[in-house]
């Protein structure tokens, strides 16, 4: 029940911006089915174009880790690699420059190297491995392990969150500061709470 009310409040919400913002949510929306279409078929060119050409970017980005793997290009030299000329002769657009590669990791591994996304991926695993709640049975917030519990769950369900969804977006700095205030937040639990905190007291 409590899910459902929750779902009921993002739709509301979802109505209530995009009434605001002219529909641009509810075309966004639709996109997705159509690039679900796109991915379905077997035409290469209908499948670069998923994601506002995600996949297109995706596919000429991967390569060009190799290319400086230990230490990258540098920050936000993305686009001096990227071949701006294949892209706008796929896209049929002359004043678009590609500089970023629209994937956290994909963008992380190109301008600053293998060992810098392994280092990287390997804090997300941390956090959540140490994160990982054992249940998702109902939670007593009457109870100081309860709270914690509570806070651990959240703490975790938010940096797994954002690291899926990092994988087809970029970094901004309107969430960025968000993110890694939450992941610190999630260290100092780690640091602070043992394993025994943790558990619901017994009855």
Do not use: C
Request: hydrophobic letters at 45%; aromatic letters at 14%; glycine letters at 6%.
């Amino acid at each position: 029940k409590e899910i459902f009310k929750l779902l009921i409040v993002f739709i509301l919400i979802i109505i209530i911006l995009n009434s605001f913002h002219g529909g641009l949510m509810g075309l966004r929306f639709i996109s997705i089915f159509h690039d679900l279409q796109d991915l379905s078929s077997a035409e290469e060119d209908e499948i670069d174009r998923v994601g506002t050409y995600r996949i297109f970017i995706y596919r000429n980005s991967l390569p060009l880790i190799m290319e400086n793997p230990y230490l990258g290009v540098g920050p936000d030299n993305f686009a001096e690699i990227f071949p701006q000329e294949k892209y706008s002769e796929f896209t049929g657009t002359k004043n678009r420059v590609v500089d970023k590669a629209h994937s956290e990791y994909i963008q992380l591994g190109v301008t600053a190297g293998i060992p810098a996304l392994g280092i990287y991926l390997f804090l997300l695993l941390y956090v959540l491995y140490n994160l990982k709640p054992k249940t998702f049975n109902a939670i007593n917030l009457k109870s100081i392990r309860g709270k914690k519990k509570f806070i651990k769950t959240t703490l975790f369900l938010s940096v797994l969150a954002y690291s899926l969804q990092a994988a087809l977006n970029i970094s901004v700095v309107t969430v960025a500061p968000i993110f890694w205030t939450i992941l610190g937040f999630a260290g100092a639990y780690i640091i602070n709470f043992n394993e025994d905190d943790f558990e619901e007291e017994s009855s």
